[in-house]
């Protein structure tokens, strides 16, 4: 069983946020209106114990018909996620990462193996898992507030408070004053944003982001990152994210996942035992850029 075995370290690593700083932060960056700029917090490490294992996936695989053919898409997948941690995924195009990513999530209830998410076998949606697909999939014709508000459609939250929670969250995704506008009228890295923002809304504990910064440009997809991993940090988010970039792999996960192909399968699970925040510069960092690096060349 592949299982990931950076965890103490991880935990030791992430810096505890508690709520008080996290609603100063957010309030702060609220009036500054760029969250981005606010620095991603550093701890020296301290031992703790392990966070318990929220997602175990056992043994999974998945097969699609196409062209009247059995295509074997996932094999053997094993893999265990703890509270709080930050997985990266990467591996070949096709070998099954939005497979992968989609069973997680309950899209798909087709799979052979075990997906069990909080002790509840995984085969339909749940709230509680919030997931951001490699386009935005925003509707064009409703405002960036209107957007997030359809995320509670699915739910019991009442109006108002809604309304409340859906500023909050414009607001910690830095995009406050943009409620009103379109799809067409937010650049790019805005749009992926609102996305997240409609992600988070609900609260999930365990996000699943299918290369979400892949249409941006470098500098966008840099903020984005740094963005990202302050809201992990607040909000306690166990992450997955699939992406194509090991270099963003690496600065934003504990740990990388990397796949291969025919069919897709775990190759290998490298840690990343670098304190937060992750520097990319540090030797280190480069070093396990390399190394993972070499399962593509
Ligand atoms: N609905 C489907 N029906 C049939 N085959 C599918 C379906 N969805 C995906 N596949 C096949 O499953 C394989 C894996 O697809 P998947 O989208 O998971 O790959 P991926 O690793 O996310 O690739 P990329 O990096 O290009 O996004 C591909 O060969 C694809 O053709
Ligand atoms: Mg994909």
Request: net charge neutral.
């Amino acid at each position: 069983m592949s299982s990931i075995n950076t965890v103490l370290n991880f935990t030791a690593h992430k810096p505890h946020v508690n709520a008080e700083s996290a609603a100063d932060a957010s309030r702060a960056s609220a009036k500054a209106g760029v969250l981005h700029q606010l620095p991603v917090h550093s701890e020296v490490a301290k031992p703790l114990v392990p966070k318990p294992i929220v997602l175990k996936i056992s043994q999974v695989a998945k097969e699609y018909v196409l062209g009247g053919k059995q295509l074997k898409v996932l094999e053997g997948i094993d893999l265990e996620v703890r509270q709080g941690e930050f997985v990266s995924i990467v591996g070949a195009s096709g070998c099954g990462k939005s497979t992968l990513l989609r069973l997680i999530a309950g899209l798909d209830a087709g799979y052979d193996g075990n997906i069990v998410y909080l002790g509840q076998t995984v085969r339909e949606t749940d709230l509680s898992r919030g997931i951001v697909f490699q386009e935005h999939r925003l509707f064009p014709w409703l405002t960036v507030e209107e957007n997030i508000l359809l995320a509670f459609s699915a739910t019991d939250v009442p109006k108002a408070e809604r309304k409340a929670r859906v500023k909050a969250q414009i607001e910690v995704v830095g995009l406050s004053g943009f409620e009103k506008a379109y799809p067409h009228q937010i650049s790019g890295g805005m749009s992926q944003r609102v996305a997240i923002a409609r992600a988070l809304i609900l609260r999930p504990k365990l996000l699943l982001l299918d290369e979400p910064f892949a249409a941006l440009d470098a500098l966008t997809r840099l903020k984005l990152q740094q963005e990202l991993v302050r809201l992990w940090e607040q909000e306690d988010l166990t992450t997955i994210l699939v992406t194509h970039d090991v270099e963003e792999a690496v600065f934003l996960g504990d740990s990388v996942v990397v796949m291969e192909s025919h069919p897709g399968r775990i190759k290998r699970i490298v840690p990343v035992n670098l304190p937060r925040p992750h520097v990319r510069a540090d030797l280190e960092f480069q070093r396990i850029k390399e190394d993972v690096l070499q399962d593509f060349v």
